[in-house]
């Protein structure tokens, strides 16, 4: 017989997951208290990363049922969502989402949503990342100096360079300019 689980997340201390436990029951499934996994957890954060989803997989078994209210309770980020739907599809774990219709995302049409949803997420990071580079290339145009600022200044890059031809040790250099062992590394490399 399938066990039933709920997973409900919620972002801050003052919100609750009340509503989703309510919102799931009110769609005919029965919740046994002791699993109903809740939990407070930026969604930014991935799933397999947060304490009460890494317990809630280890009390699943093949043939359970996991339910959320709705896709982002999974997780914000689509790629990290498919990897956990695809993890649980493996443990033969349906996971129905309620927003999606109820849709089981392990059969075929929820692989069907999952691959669209996907689809979707691939093609905003697309365009971000086409929008960055647009705006690089204006930032660039303009004069604007990108990267990070540098940490040594010109004159203290010439005493670096110079200690270290005289045999100072990196980390020696690195205290005493109260910068990393990298930024003197870096300082000798671009003499």
Known sequence: ???VFAYCRVSTADQTPDNQILEIQAAGFQLEPRRVIAETVSG?????????FRKL???LEWDDVLIVTKLDRLGRN???V?????????MNVRVHCLALGGVD??????????????????????????RTQAGLVRAKAQGKKLGR?????????????????????????????GVS????????RAA
């Open 44 to 52: 930014s954060t991935p799933a397999m990363e947060r304490t009460g």
């Open 105 to 130: 995302l392990t059969s075929p049409a929820g692989k069907m949503t999952m691959a669209v949803i996907s689809a979707v997420a691939e093609f905003e990071r697309d365009l971000l990342v086409e």
């Open 149 to 177: 600022p540098r940490s040594l200044t010109a004159s203290q890059l010439e005493t670096v360079r110079l200690r270290r031809s005289e045999g100072a040790s990196v980390r020696t250099l690195a205290r005493e300019f």
């Open 78 to 80: 689509a790629m990290d």
């Open 181 to 188: 062992a990298s930024a003197i590394q870096r300082a000798e």
């Open 57 to 59: 997989i280890d009390r």
């Open 1 to 3: 017989m399938s066990r």
């Open 82 to 90: 498919r990897a956990t739907v695809e993890q649980l599809a493996e």
